[in-house]
């Protein structure tokens, strides 16, 4: 499927599988990735109370992509400025993190403490072989009625000389410490006091090779120039206070950081992401202690959010949105076999800064003001070593503006999912197989938009997992 161009202020009537690369193209150059994931976990106790934990998360995807864009739609029916991008079948990206952090409990005259410290780090890269560039004698192209040029010829020439011409390489890093200290005073007061501290840097190539390129088709992709490091500490703070053994009231603060937020024309990258948010929430437990429900208001203000530029085709900082709204959630045993996990969320998010105009005082896009998802798992031998369990979802979403400056709607949609799984034994350890079922009904919706195009949901789709705890 492809991204769909936007008629008047809603998507155009395509069906799903509308490409703007001849089918042709797909059977014998299909979108491939070949992903693997390594992931160890170990923990010491080494006392009572304390123990020390490590994590390491190993990504690798190996693919292959090809991709025909347009730079412009007539606002009735045809692509125009057609372009064209190939990767090569090396395309490779690595992430590999890890983490280790001590945590205990310690006590200081009336105050229980529940203590966390650690370090963490990761590294991403990315090389990207393949060309880009206009695409030969191309003509625009009726989404109605597409005609498609050859395709296929142009990526069979393509293909073996584009698998060593690298158009691209990123090179990221960031590491961190953090604190945690949970302090339990007297049976009714807790108080949560935690910070981060991050180091981040990207490291990009200075220019993308092209066919148009004097360097094609030898680019390397070298230099990789680092920019500046970039540093930021992020502080979170919670106060909780028990009315009674079963209802509390609490209060949290948040601060954050993500770096990565991409490169504007100039090739300079964009100033990482800043965001700062309170909330003000009641827990109560119902029932017995079987169900738990929270009501919340928050208030979210991010910084330093991208936003696509037409004109330079390269993103731009939009400035600062403000999320502002109320969460409901539910959470428990509605019987003994049957549990229930149910969320309601009212979001009105705004744009409140935005240096080049046009858009301050605009609903961010993408965000829903209502949206909202229930799932019931039914298990008739909850405690047994062997048996079924049965769940089924319905998640709903309310329309959203599909850009910043509130000119078209991504329209509202609901889905429903199913699962079934058994759990049963192998010699000493607990093992289970489980299969999900997503988008059961096979509903046609636009999942997000941006750049005045829609991308399509997934349709439904069948995944299954085998799982042997050791």
């Known amino acids: 499927d492809a991204p769909v161009p936007v008629i008047g202020d809603r998507p155009a009537a395509l069906p799903r599988h509308f490409s703007i690369i001849d089918p042709i193209s797909w059977s014998e150059f299909p979108y491939t990735a070949s992903r693997t994931l390594i992931g160890l976990q170990w923990t010491y106790a080494f006392a009572e109370g304390w123990k020390v934990t490590q994590r390491l998360h190993y990504i690798r995807s190996d693919e292959n992509q090809q991709g025909v864009y347009a730079d412009g739609f007539d606002g009735v029916a045809n692509y125009t400025g057609i372009r064209f ?59 109605f009625a597409p005609v498609w040029p050859d395709y296929a010829t142009q990526l069979r020439a393509l293909s073996a000389v ?41 490291a990009y190539s200075d220019t993308y090779g092209t066919r148009s390129e004097a360097c094609y088709p030898n680019c390397t992709g070298y230099p990789v120039t680092p920019y500046p490091t970039d540093r930021a500490f992020s502080p979170r703070a919670a106060l909780l206070y028990r009315i009674n053994p079963s209802t509390s009231l609490y209060f949290s603060y948040a601060k954050s950081f993500g770096s990565a937020n991409g490169r504007d024309a100039g090739g300079l990258p964009l100033k990482p992401q800043i965001g700062e948010q309170y909330e003000v929430g009641l827990k109560a437990a ?11 208001i928050f208030n979210l203000t991010k910084s330093n959010i991208p936003e696509y530029d037409p004109i330079n085709v390269f993103p731009h900082i939009v400035g600062e949105a403000r999320s502002r709204g109320l969460e409901l959630d539910l959470l428990g045993q509605l019987t003994p076999s049957l549990s229930v996990i149910a969320s309601y969320t009212y979001d009105d998010a705004v744009i409140t800064h935005d240096p080049y105009g046009g858009t301050q005082g605009k609903q961010l896009s993408g965000a829903a003001k209502s949206f909202g998802s229930v799932w019931l798992k039914y298990e008739p031998h ?49 093992a289970s197989i489980q299969v999900n079922v997503n988008n059961l009904f096979d509903t046609s919706y636009f999942d997000h938009g941006g750049y005045g195009m829609a991308a399509y949901g997934a349709p439904r789709t069948v995944m299954s997992a085998l799982r042997v705890d050791f």
């Open 382 to 430: 909850a405690r047994a070593a062997k048996g079924w369990s049965f769940g089924a979802g319905l998640y709903a979403t309310g329309r959203r503006w599909g850009d910043d400056a509130n000119t078209w709607v991504l329209p509202g949609y609901a889905r429903v999912d199913l699962m079934a799984a058994y759990r049963f034994g192998v010699g000493a350890h607990h």
């Open 162 to 202: 584009d698998a060593s011409n690298v158009i691209w390489r990123d090179r990221s890093w960031d590491a961190g410490v953090y604190f945690q200290d949970e302090i339990e005073i007297g049976p009714r007061w807790l108080v949560l006091v935690s910070g981060r501290y991050d180091w981040a840097q990207d």
């Open 85 to 143: 991008t190939h990767t090569g079948p090396n395309w490779l990206r690595t992430e590999l993190a890890t983490n280790l952090d001590l945590s205990g409990e310690v006590t200081t005259g009336p105050l229980r403490h529940k203590l966390l410290v650690g370090a963490d780090w990761s590294r991403f890269t990315d090389d990207t072989p393949g060309s880009t560039g206009d695409l030969p004698g191309a003509a625009a192209l009726n989404v």
């Open 286 to 296: 119902m029932f017995g202690g079987r169900l738990t429900g929270t009501a919340s």
